[in-house]
């Protein structure tokens, strides 16, 4: 979807670097979700994020809301090759419609050793 | 693991055939969706239901149409398959509220249209 922008499309980093993901939207967010995708297989839920200013963690990964809620990012510390993958955001963007949950195109993230 | 298993996982199927993708769940959860995923556009929402009978629109469902009899199938009808369907399909289903609403996903159909 247009209305998330995921940055940046593609990263290769070397195993042990830090990196970070970005996920925009023009319309305040109702609540923001982080999903992992490895190659050919279903998304993979990571975290959800829903008050300006939230930060959440699950072991190497840490994911911020900010506090107008537009935007959200990930980042991951020291890199390894199981953090490889597609990172989708997701979101609740009530002027979408009927669409409940839209989608950036997501980040395609390499690690290399 | 949420439950919920696609059939079939691959198919090849020719232009003008039609062509059943079935999403089944054990959650009894009420809202279910079906995406396609393709590069440069990510995950589109074609339809989704939040009930049984009750089933509406997303952004991409022309050529789509979708069916739920029971609250554990979700089926997804290509009338008349077309090349630009070929795709990597997702059903979801979504958690309860109250708890954070996220979206569990199947393993996917990969449907190549000749």
């Known amino acids: 979807s247009q209305e998330l922008e995921q940055s940046p499309q593609s990263l290769i980093v070397q195993e042990g670097k830090n990196l970070t993901i970005n996920c925009t939207s023009s319309?305040?967010?109702?609540?923001l979700y982080w999903y992992k995708q490895k190659y050919g297989e279903g998304l993979i839920f990571l975290m959800m994020l829903q008050k300006g200013g939230e930060e959440k963690s699950h072991e190497k990964i840490t994911a911020k809301l900010d506090e107008k809620k537009q935007q959200s990012s990930l980042h991951i510390t020291a890199s390894q090759p199981s953090h490889a993958g597609i990172y989708l955001c997701?979101?609740?963007?009530?002027?979408?419609?009927?669409?409940?949950?839209?989608f950036g195109k997501g980040t395609r993230l390499s690690v290399i050793a | 693991d949420a439950g919920i298993t696609q059939s079939p996982r691959h198919k090849v199927t020719e232009t003008g055939t039609p062509v059943t993708l079935r999403c089944h769940q054990t959650?009894?959860?009420?809202?279910m969706y079906w995406y396609r995923q393709d590069p440069g556009h990510g995950l589109r929402l074609i339809h989704y239901s939040y009930g049984v009978k009750d089933t509406d629109k997303g952004e991409v469902s022309d050529g789509y149409s979708v069916s739920r009899s029971k609250t554990e199938d979700f089926l997804l009808t290509l009338e008349s398959a077309t090349s630009s369907q070929t795709s990597v399909y997702f059903c979801?289903?979504?958690?309860?509220?109250?708890?954070?609403?996220?979206?569990?996903f199947g393993e996917g159909s990969r449907l190549t249209v000749l």
């Open positions: 959650e009894n959860h009420r809202y």
């Open positions: 319309k305040t967010l109702y609540g």
């Open positions: 979801a289903i979504r958690a309860p509220p109250g708890g954070t609403g996220e979206l569990f």
């Open positions: 997701g979101a609740v963007i009530p002027s979408s419609g009927n669409t409940p949950l839209v």
